[in-house]
Structure formats: C-alpha cells, structure tokens
C-alpha cells in the first residue's frame, strides 16, 4: 500500500509548523487515472463532495420534474450550504411546495456558519432549526425523490428506498462496489469508495457518455452547480469563491473530513483528493493547486492565492505565517 | 529523524476515517527523557502551552507582587480562555487597576468561543474587542510586568524588555537556544524549541529545584493553574474539563496547532506533544490518553472518555463514530 505524501505546508516565521498529508488522483471520462498521488486506491468515505451523485436519482427518477424543480434546486441538492438567507429562504419554500414542513427532515439542526443569519437568529432569541443544517439542501432532494417514490418517512435509513437509489447510482459511477457506509453528519448514510473511484465518477460526471437518463442528470446537476456558486456553499467558503474563479467552467464539491472533488467537463476530467488527518484548509490549498496545475484557475487570481498561500495573519493583522503546496505534489 | 508515529484515529462505521500522527515527550525534572514517541528532537513552536513560561518574569521581576496579583490574575496569564464574562470582567479589573486601557493591548480583538459572551455581544450590537482575545489575561501579565519595567508601549516586539525576559526564562526552562520565533495569533513572539525541550520545561514547572525566585515563581504560577481551571480555559474546554477531573492535581495546557504540554507535580514529570497536522481533537486526546497511562487520570472518567473515546454523534444525535488512541501510540 503507498503511503499518503505530503501535500500542504503551513509556516510560522522560518519554521515549517504543520504538515498535511494526502491522496489525490485525477481521471479521464473512461475511468483511466491520469495521475495520481499517494494511495490511489486508499478507500475513503467522500461525505458531501459526492452529493452531485447522491443527488442523480432525484432527476433520474422523474421526480425533478414531476416537481418543477429548478437549476437552484438542483445547486441546492448538491450543496454544503452555510444558512444563509438565500439557502434557507429557497429550501422553505421548496419544502412548501412538497407540502411538508420542517419536522419531516432527517438532518438535525446546526447552528449556520453564515455570521448574518447566526446573528439574526440570536437577536430574535430563536435556535438554529433543521433548515439551518448545511445539507437541508440535499434533503430537500432526498425529500423530493421519497414523495415520488411514496416511500416511509425514515429516508435516511440504509435501506429506504431513497438511500437504496443513492447507493446504486454511487456505486455505477465509481465504478466500485462500496464496502463500507458511515452515518454522516445529517444522519443519511455515506457510502466509501476509493479515491480513484471517486475520481472517475467525478469523470463521468464531467463528460457523461451517450445521451440517456444518467449522462441528462449528470449534465443539469453540473450545470446547476456551476450557474449558482452562492448556492453550493456560501460567500466566502471555497466552494463559492474558487468556481466564481473559474467563471463557472467547473464545478467543485467540499466534504467533511477534508475531502475535495472537481469535475472539468471541457477537459473531461474528475479529480478526487482526501487529506488524512481531515483538515479542510489543507484540502481546499490541495485542490486549487489541481485546478491551478490543470489550467482551469489562475494562480494569480486572489482567491486561488488565498487558499494556496495564505497569508497567515495574528488578530491584530501582523503577517504571521502562510500555507504552500509541498514540492512534494505540486509545484507551480 | 524519527518520523511521527499515528497518535490518534477517527473512526466511522467501520473505516479509519481520518488519522493523525504526532511526537510526544515525557521528561523528568533532571531533564532526562523517560518515554518518547515519534521525533523526540523535532522542533516546534510551542504556542499557548507555554504560557507559564512566558510568566515566569513576571514573578521573577517582583512586578506580579507590586502590583498586588492573586492566584486568578496568575492563572490569566497562563490562560487561552475562551473571552466569558469570568474572563473578561477580571481583565478588565486587572487593567483599571494598573491604570490602564483596553486600547493598551496589542493582542487584537477576537469573537469570544464562550456562547453566551458571544451571544450577549451580538444582542448589544457590540463587536468583540481585545479584551475577548484569549490570550488577554498573557497581555496583561505582559502590560503588569511592562509596567514595572518602565518599558515603552509596544511590548510584543520581539526586541522589547518583556519579550527578552520571557525568551530568556524559555530558554533556561528548555535547556536550549531557541534557533527561531514567529508570530503567534496575539501578536507576541512565540520561540521554537524541541519537543523534549517542552517537556523539560514542564517538568522542571513540576519539580522546581531550590528555592530561588524562579523555584518560587514556578510553584506559584502552577498552583495558579490548578487552583482555578476555569480560568485557564472554561466550560466545555479540554484544559479545564481534564484539570478538573484529575482534582486540581495536574496543569495542563492546550496550545494553537496541536501542542499540547502537563505539568505532574507529585510525579516530577512533565510532558509536551505535538500533532504534525495541527488537529486539536487529536492533542487532546493524546495529552488524555497519556495522562491515563502515567496514573494522573481515571480512564473511566466522563471527561477522559469524551476527548479520548468520543462517541461522533449526527446533528441529530446518530452514533456516527468514535475517536480512539492508536494501538501504536498508547493501550489502554
């Protein structure tokens, strides 16, 4: 088995601080690695930078359409959103038009990382509910999907229809039988895969073969995706401000645990990284420096600098340290 | 150069999630290591694990008597805490009473982790100020010793007489020459040292030899830290919760980017760890995990559990998964 390589530095002074090590691999549309880092075979739990593929029965189905849902609804259900306004406002309504209300969500609540609408909701004295939890988004499809199906109410159990359906569309285009699931943190299963199968779903996702069901979902959850930046995440996460970017040529997924995805559809590429200690900043530094490698990001936009340099700052703004990719995966 | 050992893993259903690897140090009070693991000569930055180092001078200069300090306004200075009302109201004290003011401080305003300060700054309307910087109780250790010293208003230069004196003291307590410093995220330099260098230190805080000042000093400031947990960190903190549970009669320290360090007074031991990735989940459940098997800690306590064992619970409340030391690290 390879073991990971060192993927993302972080410095104080002249001292390199911490070290953050990884897997990365990207693949081409027919599933070939193009090139790979680490253990390209390391099985990992994606989390939520696959919902893009959880999300492939809710167009699959017909339940989409049968619903009228739109491309936000689409961004929605792939997205790790952060509460905001603009997330919650699109999911109640949704929610509405399922004639359901919040009490039918599986997720649990989360208090938002958007400083607005955490704020708004301490000035009202009010708790953060379930249309707050980052994945109210993907549940509002899982939701979606069950009506369509007119399954029970429990959808996040393994064996649900719902989940059944995501597993299945997961494991066809990893191209890999999953061996393990986990409960993740909005209580729906999550199922592992290798990075390389990760990646070459991502793939498929990027340039999807033929012209049936599963290449038309694939393309309108990309396109989602890559039309509503805002909703997939939020401003200010990496999610948002690296696809503003790339002006939206390529869509790029976040998941706990530090995992990352990209899919480049005029390249017709996927990539897939997981950094092993689970830290996020090291695994959005690790995917910009993909994007950057691969031509889809300028190294010199801001925002790629931000993730990929730093700089690291004290409280009261002294420059204190940055981050750099390691020589040993990228060099730029 | 030994390279790190994996310290500690994160587990979900049945997958190794994520992995952290890390160095750690136990040493007597004659400076002899008695256990290692990973690179017992790597060197780091110590952060806020060393803040009763860094407040050494200001006993030692009789500056902390002069101004009339108890054992809270000791404790303080060795704090990170987390900007509650216990905190701050005692800072604020602090600084009426050496006729100073908040804008004194050059550590920077950060928003309090305490809940309830945070919330209470947000139905005011008010921003966080340098007072809520967990390291304001260090500063005002450091405008007290500033104080006495006559010394000119920027006392986080590196060059200043408080930062000389708390180099100073650093290096004798480690037994080295500090080769590099940086900037830590209060604006103060943090000096390097080895891992064994750290662990030197806390044992000699442990066991001071003799009964000259800096014997005294070292006595008065860890019986600070035990005397008051709550002010070290607060509720729901690792430093406080562990303190507690052993009864008073360990100082532990958390420091930013996983370092952790303890000072075991009745054993003349002291120890320091560091996670190469910059995990705190993982420096906590290192310093818990090697607490436990130096006798300091009861496995079964609740608070030794949490930061050792877990459960990872879903927003609503799922058994997800579990934290556990690696078999190459500790048994248990």
Known sequence: MTQPIPMVEIWRGDLLESQHLGHAV???ASGNVVEAWGDDEKV??????CKMLQALPLIESGAADAFGLTSEHLALSCASHQGAAIHTDRVQVWLNDLGLSVSDFRCGPQRPDDKEAHEALVRAGKNPCQIHNNCSGKHGGFLTLNKHLGAGSEYVEVDHPVQRAAKAAFEEMTGERSEFYGIDGC?????????TGLARAMA???KPSGSDSRAQASTRLVDAMRAHPELVAGEGRAC?????AM????AIKTGAEAVFTAILPEQGLGMALKIVDGGTRAAEAAIAGLLVKYGVLDENHPMARKRMYGPILSRSGLHAGRIRLSPDFIQL
């Open 44 to 49: 990992i739990y994606p989390r939520s930078s």
């Open 247 to 250: 002006d939206g040529k390529v």
């Open 26 to 28: 990207v693949c081409d």
């Open 240 to 244: 948002t401000e690296l696809m503003r």
């Open 204 to 206: 498929r996702m990027a």
């Open 187 to 195: 209580s729906a299963p999550n199922f592992s895969t290798s990075v």
